[in-house]
């Protein structure tokens, strides 16, 4: 967790809500010692629509290889 102080917090708000939003957690300080704490908001999980997801891979072909597989060969290839 960074730390800044006050003044720096008051100067720079939107780049330090824009690492927030990028995971990270900010502790603001009045002369050194921790006074707040900046956090992301936690954002409710959708619920999965079980009968769209099966209807969704019903429609897809099956794969030959396997997962590790599939993902070596993405890992390798050029265009990813």
Avoid: C, F
């Amino acid at each position: 967790m960074d730390a800044v102080n006050l003044a720096d917090a008051k100067a720079h708000l939107s780049e330090l809500v824009d690492r927030v939003e990028a995971g990270d957690s900010i502790e603001i300080t009045r002369r050194g010692k921790p006074v707040a704490r900046l956090t992301a908001v936690a954002r409710p999980r959708k619920r999965i629509d079980a009968a769209l997801l099966q209807s969704l891979t019903a429609t897809m072909p099956l794969q030959s290889g396997s997962a590790a597989d599939l993902v070596r060969s993405m890992r390798d290839d050029d265009r990813y």
